[in-house]
């Protein structure tokens, strides 16, 4: 079991930006994914990492979201740019196949 935490969040008008980290120890080894969650709703996928960094993302953020990771550090970041109010939530990070207990995760809220 892994420990994930998420931090970066915070509040933000739109069209801002906002930097995410998810740390934990071994994350390295694994297809890292953002995923976010609104009230009411399931969590979402967002955008994932491959082992070798090639980037995926969901077409609601392609082209303004980033994800990247630093090796060295065990730590996989969201880049988030030209923020909308729906892009607001609680922002998680895991595996792509959820293996490990969900973190704290961190709010993004993002003011019209």
């Known amino acids: 079991q892994v420990q994930l935490v998420e931090s970066g969040g915070g509040l933000v008008q739109a069209g801002g930006s906002l930097t995410l980290s998810c740390a934990g120890s071994?994350?390295?080894?694994?297809?890292m994914a953002w995923y976010r969650q609104v009230p009411g709703k399931q969590r979402e996928l967002v955008a994932y990492?491959?082992?070798?960094?090639?980037?995926h993302y969901v077409d609601s953020v392609k082209g303004r979201f980033t994800i990247s990771k630093n090796n060295s550090v065990n730590t996989v970041f969201l880049y988030m740019s030209s923020l909308k109010p729906e892009d607001s939530g609680v922002y998680y990070c895991?595996?792509?196949?959820?293996?490990?207990?969900w973190g704290q995760g961190t709010q993004v809220t993002v003011a019209s």
């Open positions: 895991n595996t792509v196949r959820q293996s490990w207990n």
């Open positions: 071994g994350i390295m080894s694994y297809i």
């Open positions: 990492i491959g082992i070798t960094g090639d980037p």
